[in-house]
T-cell receptor, first 111, second 112 residues
Framework: EAQVTQNPRYLITVTGKKLTVTCSQN?????MSWYRQDPGLGLRQIYY???????DKGDVPEGYKVSRKEKRNFPLILESPSPNQTSLYFC??????????FGSGTRLTVV | GQQVMQIPQYQHVQEGEDFTTYCNSS?????IQWYKQRPGGHPVFLIQ?????EVKKQKRLTFQFGEAKKNSSLHITATQTTDVGTYFC????????????FGTGTRLTIIP
């Protein structure tokens, strides 16, 4: 089944403890992207990648890192999480800039 | 930076009534996409519009892209309970750039 898989689905962590949210797609899509969703703010793009080793900042990249070492994976790294990064995170992929297929989401709570 | 405004934020309609959500960008868009997110779910791609003035239909859903490529609308005719969810527009501001800006969404509630 064609899909975008994110892990974990839920995560509670403490301030300052590094974490990684994994994202993998099995559709051979070139484009991948990370979003955070907060009430009243919609979806805001964190980082995107148009190909292996090519990444760029979205609208809210501060406090996040990404890497794209292989086509299928696009992990999101929070080096030192803070409470304002508590949010619902979505990974998404697209063949070539058309519609995106979204993962099921990761609900992150930073205490 | 680029902004995409979407109105209304909430819409409650009787089942069978029509529904429209509007999307406006501060700058010209290269294309616009529409997504639907069911409560507790993830966004699901509905359609992409590219050409100025383009109109596309999917059964009871009609999508329009403005002549100036700065606004768009989604109209649902005769709503059904399965239409419940939040509808988002999302625009690419530049060709060849994957920076995608989402609108704030319109949450549709259906009264049976």
């Amino acid at each position: 089944e064609a899909q975008v898989t994110q892990n974990p689905r839920y995560l509670i962590t403490v301030t300052g403890k590094k974490l990684t949210v994994t994202c993998s797609q099995n559709m051979n899509h070139e484009y991948m992207s990370w979003y955070r969703q907060d009430p009243g703010l919609g979806l805001r793009q964190i980082y995107y990648s148009m190909n292996v080793e090519v990444t760029d900042k979205g609208d809210v990249p501060e406090g996040y890192k990404v890497s794209r070492k292989e086509k299928r994976n696009f992990p999101l790294i929070l080096e030192s999480p803070s409470p304002n990064q508590t949010s619902l995170y979505f990974c998404a992929s697209s063949l070539s800039g058309g519609g995106y297929t979204f993962g099921s989401g990761t609900r992150l709570t930073v205490v | 930076g680029q902004q995409v405004m979407q109105i209304p934020q909430y819409q409650h309609v009787q089942e069978g009534e029509d529904f429209t959500t509007y999307c406006n960008s501060s700058t010209t868009l290269s294309n616009i996409q529409w997504y639907k997110q069911r409560p507790g779910g993830h966004p699901v791609f509905l359609i992409q519009l590219v050409k100025s003035g383009e109109v596309k239909k999917q059964k009871r859903l009609t999508f329009q892209f403005g002549e100036a490529k700065k606004n768009s609308s989604l109209h649902i005719t005769a709503t059904q309970t399965t239409d419940v969810g939040t509808y988002f527009c999302a625009g690419h501001h530049y060709f060849g750039n994957e920076k995608l800006t989402f609108g704030t969404g319109t949450r549709l509630t259906i009264i049976p």
